[in-house]
């Protein structure tokens, strides 16, 4: 069976520092991968998607970044983080051949202070 | 895009068939209907998905109208534990297309004995 993983699971970082999450599939291969970014009480806004190695789409400017450097491996990052980067960062996979059903991880709570 | 539309919240009696009704006016041919529950610090937990007539599984009904122009989530005989937030989306399964979905603010069910 198919499993994904996050981490950290919570994470305070001050104004200004760096960023570096990590998200893991495993139990398939060739996985289409997602961040997500949902402040409290919100909805889940799309940051990143990634259909191969290499290839990241982002669909909002900020000051985060995404790489994918292996096959099931998804990484989120910031030189310098903001307040308005703090909140909970889920990252999600799905089969190529149905975009619409996802399967996410457990997610990692960002506090930036 | 299809956007969609559902209730803000409601409130259910353990114990009570629970539905949730999501309209989808502008829903296009190729669109699918699939919904999500979310728990508090949780990512969103994929549920069912289907495109006409009624989808069953082991969790929950789908029903879909005619026209397609809605859909309504059943719970069936709900529990403590169904208290979540319930997410539709309206979307294309074809590779690539996942930056088109919407995540909105979902209903927020409401479960008590």
């Known amino acids: 069976s198919q499993t994904i993983h996050q981490w950290p699971a919570t994470l305070v970082q001050p104004v200004g520092s760096p960023l570096s999450l990590e998200c893991t599939v495993e139990?398939?291969?060739?996985?289409?991968l997602y961040w997500y970014r949902q402040a409290a009480g919100r909805g889940l806004q799309l940051l990143f998607y990634?259909?191969?190695?290499?290839?990241i789409s982002s669909e909002v400017p900020q000051n985060l970044s995404a790489s994918r450097p292996q096959d099931r491996q998804f990484i989120l990052s910031s030189k310098k983080l903001l307040l308005s980067d703090s909140g909970f960062y889920l990252c999600?996979?799905?089969?190529?051949?149905?975009?619409?059903?996802?399967?996410f991880g457990p997610g990692t709570r960002l506090t930036v202070t | 895009l299809a956007k969609t539309t559902q209730p803000i919240s409601m409130d259910s009696y353990e114990g009570q068939e629970v539905n949730i009704t999501c309209s989808h006016n502008?829903?296009?041919?190729?669109?699918?209907i699939t919904w999500y529950q979310q728990f508090p610090s949780q990512g969103p937990r994929f549920i069912i998905q289907?495109?006409?007539t009624k989808v069953t599984n082991e969790v929950a009904s789908l029903f879909i109208p005619a026209d397609r122009k809605s859909s309504t989530l059943s719970l069936p005989r709900v529990s403590l534990s169904d208290t979540a937030v319930y997410y539709c989306?309206?979307?294309?399964?074809?590779?690539?297309?996942?930056?088109?979905?919407?995540f909105g603010t979902g209903t927020r069910l409401q479960v008590t004995l």
């Open positions: 999600a996979w799905t089969r190529n051949g149905n975009e619409i059903e996802q399967y």
């Open positions: 139990g398939t291969s060739n996985p289409n």
């Open positions: 990634s259909v191969g190695i290499g290839q």
């Open positions: 502008n829903i296009a041919t190729n669109d699918y």
């Open positions: 289907g495109y006409k």
């Open positions: 989306l309206v979307g294309d399964r074809t590779p690539g297309t996942a930056s088109k979905l919407t």
